[in-house]
C-alpha cells in the first residue's frame, strides 16, 4: 500500500532552521502533486506547502518567505526546508499527495499518512 516516511524533524532554537525529508512509496510519484502538512498540539492537520507534479512543479506555500518546499522524482522524495523557525512551527509535520488545483486554489490530499516528524522549537 501506499506509504511515507517522515524525518528530520528535532529540536530547534527560535530562529534556527531545519530540513524535513519524506520518502514516498507504492504508487507513481512523480504523476502525483505532493504537500506538507503539520498538526500542532491539540489541534487538526494544516496544510503548510505544495509542490505540483511535472510539467511546472508550481509551488504554493500557506507559510510564504520561511519555507520553502521541493521534490525529486527520480528518488520518490519530497523535501521541506524551514528557515526562521518560529515557536508557533512546533508540530508534528507529515508529507502526503493528493491533487491541487490551482483554479479554486484547493488541495485535495488522499487520507494516507506516515507517523510524521516532531518540530520543537524553542525560545
Known amino acids: 500500500q501506499v506509504q511515507f516516511e517522515e524525518s528530520g524533524g528535532g529540536s530547534v532554537q527560535s530562529g534556527g532552521s531545519l530540513r524535513l525529508s519524506c520518502t514516498a512509496s507504492?504508487?507513481?510519484?512523480?504523476?502525483?502533486?505532493m504537500s506538507w502538512y503539520r498538526q500542532k498540539p491539540g489541534k487538526g492537520r494544516e496544510l503548510v506547502a505544495v509542490?505540483?507534479?511535472?510539467?511546472?512543479?508550481e509551488t504554493v506555500y500557506v507559510e510564504k518567505g520561511r519555507f520553502t518546499i521541493s521534490r525529486d522524482d527520480a528518488n520518490n522524495m519530497v523535501y521541506l526546508q524551514m528557515n526562521s523557525l518560529k515557536i508557533s512551527d512546533t508540530a508534528v509535520y507529515y508529507c502526503?499527495?493528493?491533487?491541487?488545483?490551482?483554479?479554486?486554489?484547493?488541495?485535495?490530499?488522499?487520507?494516507?499518512w506516515g507517523k510524521g516528524t516532531l518540530v520543537t522549537v524553542s525560545s
Open positions: 509542490v505540483a507534479r511535472s510539467p511546472g512543479n
Open positions: 507504492n504508487f507513481t510519484f512523480r504523476n502525483h502533486d
Open positions: 502526503t499527495y493528493g491533487t491541487w488545483n490551482p483554479t479554486w486554489y484547493k488541495f485535495t490530499h488522499m487520507d494516507t
